[in-house]
């Protein structure tokens, strides 16, 4: 059975749906006292908050749809705004957007979850998630040190689908689909994008596991893609279950932007499935304070309370976030949602991406300006992923002053010196 990923369709899972057994025992006892009112299983199950800003947007945009489909997120995938026509319904396009995507014949189309759209300014095409998922002609520059695969990925490709670069982990990209395609995406050669480089289909599911099977020294496998989430239900429980079979497989993570651009996903059953095989661990990509809003507290708590340690990772970009004011607040109210801020990344040299490059050191301003003047667990590791497949080098503030003999001398966030005493130490030496 051919799992090829097309685009608008998926085809079947790789196992027989198992259906779960109906408890059958007669319900004696609750038959003689007043039942609560409830709602039918399918809409409590699809419950789901929906915020005030959010509910105005598409009783606008999408007027007749019920609170049911749009807390289904396959309802927010099957509706996901993919054409130009559909975002000149949705949004005031400047001329520049519209020439853009007039002009798209590249590898990452657009895609936005209606869900996602609701959190953008309509009509200003400087808000910042907007311009993280609407093309602008900057897209079409190519600038120097810029490649369709900067991170060197394909050249550590050990199977299909598997990048093995460290020496106990792998990269396994499950699947080409994503809920939104972001512009600045490190794989825009892979995802969204029917008959590209990686033909996801169970065969190369298969190839993968085996290579896994075979390579005992992996001990810690990350789900990517794409992202694994839109995966349904059934696929995500067979590929984890395969994996979790694998005795030398102590840690599994999964790397996704679900929780925040369709947090719709993380629904019960999800939540039931992936508690199944800890340690899990999750990885969720965050880019901006507007992100956070109602839905995505209730699909983090929903993850949390399953016991999946949360991570973020964040693309540090132009005029989107690369601000002391707007970082703060995104790192502290990940940590309020129970989300440890993990990665701040220097954003990738993909083709077409200078309009969002920083240069490298506004990372280490943003890390100072949260070093010491908030919670350290709001402080996320910065780093810049080498090209040529170099890996993740982390990049810090220093705080070594210098030497004074047996001291040595340190720098606190506040730019104060201190003392430490460091007998027959050399660091700090010729500082
Ligand atoms: S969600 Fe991740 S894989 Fe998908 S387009 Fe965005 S950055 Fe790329």
Redesign the pocket.
């Known amino acids: 059975m051919s799992l090829q990923i097309a685009r608008g369709r998926e085809a079947k899972p790789p196992l027989r749906t198992v259906r779960p057994r109906q408890d059958v025992r007669p319900q004696l006892k609750e038959a003689t006292v007043a039942a609560p009112i409830a709602l039918p299983a399918k809409k409590a199950a699809l419950r789901f908050p929906v915020n005030s800003e959010t509910r105005a947007f598409y009783k606008k945009f999408y007027p007749g749809t019920s609170t049911v489909e749009w807390n289904d997120w396959r309802w927010q995938m099957r509706a996901r705004i993919r054409t130009r026509d559909e975002l000149v319904r949705i949004f005031s396009l400047s001329a520049d957007e519209f020439d853009a995507v007039s002009r798209y014949t590249g590898s990452l189309p657009v895609g936005i979850t209606p869900y996602y759209a609701s959190l953008m300014g309509l009509e200003d095409p400087r808000e910042p998630l907007r311009r993280t998922h609407i093309m602008t002609g900057d897209e079409y520059l190519t600038t120097p040190g810029e490649d369709d695969d900067p991170l060197a990925e394909d050249h550590d490709m050990a199977a299909p689908g598997i990048v093995h670069r460290y020496p106990d982990r792998v990269l396994f990209l499950t699947t080409g689909t994503?809920s939104?395609?972001?512009r600045y995406?490190?794989?825009a050669r892979v995802?969204g994008n029917p008959g590209g480089e990686y033909n996801f289909s169970t065969r190369q599911w298969e190839q993968a596991l085996a290579y896994l099977e075979k390579h005992t020294e992996v001990r810690d496998v990350l789900l990517s893609?794409?992202?694994p989430l839109t995966l349904g239900d059934d696929k995500l429980d067979w590929l984890l279950g395969r994996l979790r079979a694998m005795k030398h497989i102590e840690f599994l993570r999964i790397g996704t932007?679900m929780p925040v651009v369709t947090p719709q996903r993380i629904t019960k059953s999800l939540v039931a499935i992936l508690k199944k095989y800890h340690p899990l661990w999750m990885s969720i990509?965050f880019t901006h304070p507007n992100e956070l809003t109602d839905e995505v507290t209730e699909s983090t708590a929903r993850l949390a309370d399953a016991g999946i340690p949360l991570g973020s990772q964040t693309v540090l970009m132009k005029g989107i976030n690369d601000d002391i004011a707007v970082m703060k607040p995104l790192m502290q109210g990940l940590l309020k949602r129970r989300v440890r801020p993990y990665y701040l990344y220097q954003c990738d040299p993909i083709r077409g991406s200078a309009h969002f490059r920083t240069k490298v050191e506004k990372g280490l301003e943003i890390i100072k300006g949260l070093r010491g003047y908030t919670t350290g667990y709001a402080t996320p590791i910065f780093a810049v992923d080498a090209p040529g497949g170099g890996g993740k080098i982390q990049i810090a503030p220093d705080f070594v002053a210098g030497r004074d003999g047996d001291d040595l001398l340190l720098r606190n966030f506040e730019d104060g010196v201190y003392r430490y005493p460091d007998p027959g130490g050399t660091l700090g030496a010729g500082k």
């Open positions: 994503c939104t395609y972001c995406c490190t794989r995802v893609g794409g992202d932007k990509h």
